[in-house]
T-cell receptor, first 116, second 114 residues
Framework: DTGVSQDPRHKITKRGQNVTFRCDPISEHNRLYWYRQTLGQGPEFLTYFQNEAQLEKSRLLSDRFSAERPKGSFSTLEIQRTEQGDSAMYLC??????????????FGPGTRLTVT | AQKVTQAQTEISVVEKEDVTLDCVYETRDTTYYLFWYKQPPSGELVFLIRRNSFDEQNEISGRYSWNFQKSTSSFNFTITASQVVDSAVYFCALTNTGGFKTIFGAGTRLFVKA
């Protein structure tokens, strides 16, 4: 399977705990995105990487959120001191960039976070 | 600011009916891309189509067709002869060239009944 993979698929945590999610993009894709999706809504952009550089970050991403993409391969999204409002599906997507064009994104299955 | 509006929250049709999903967008950019994605009950978003702002040709792919009209800032999606497997949430999305932030609409949930 050469699609985008995410781990874990489900995470239940208690308020105040830290959690970390992993995303493995399609191997030849140099762009990687994180989104958050809540019930009945479309995905909300969180952050974007081109190779290992984090080039854009949404204002939705508070100081408790941090993302990395070491060596431009897999990425991790960490949430510190989780709050109940962080409960959502966290989606990762990747795409290929060519000469400034904006290509379609391929999404992973998501990590569903429940904060109790 | 960019915005995507999908005014139809839910649509219910009977199999074999045609159905159109509406998408209206706002952007100040002259160059941008529009997308449609499908999110079936399994949850994983699937890319359907990309259209850039310079290409207003309508596109047909099997039972799917898309109507892009810059004059009305709309990018509507029609499914002809709908099938039960078309039941899903459909999202319209917008991004500008060079910008990496994609804005999604709230989605339209389509129910196709047998």
């Amino acid at each position: 399977d050469t699609g985008v993979s995410q781990d874990p698929r489900h995470k239940i945590t208690k308020r105040g705990q830290n959690v970390t999610f992993r995303c493995d993009p399609i191997s030849e894709h140099n762009r990687l995105y994180w989104y958050r999706q809540t019930l009945g809504q479309g995905p909300e952009f969180l952050t974007y990487f081109q190779n290992e550089a984090q080039l854009e970050k949404s204002r939705l991403l508070s100081d408790r959120f941090s993302a990395e993409r070491p060596k431009g391969s897999f990425s991790t999204l960490e949430i510190q001191r989780t709050e109940q409002g962080d409960s959502a599906m966290y989606l990762c997507a990747s795409s290929q960039r060519t000469s400034g064009a904006s290509y379609e994104q391929y999404f992973g299955p998501g990590t569903r976070l429940t904060v109790t | 600011a960019q915005k995507v509006t999908q005014a139809q929250t839910e649509i219910s049709v009977v199999e074999k009916e045609d159905v159109t999903l509406d998408c209206v967008y706002e952007t100040r950019d002259t160059t941008y891309y529009l997308f449609w994605y499908k999110q079936p009950p399994s949850g994983e978003l699937v890319f359907l189509i990309r259209r850039n702002s310079f290409d207003e040709q309508n596109e047909i792919s099997g039972r799917y067709s898309w109507n892009f009209q810059k004059s009305t800032s709309s990018f509507n999606f029609t499914i002809t002869a709908s099938q039960v497997v078309d039941s899903a949430v459909y999202f319209c999305a917008l991004t500008n060239t060079g910008g990496f932030k994609t804005i999604f609409g709230a989605g339209t949930r389509l129910f196709v009944k047998a």
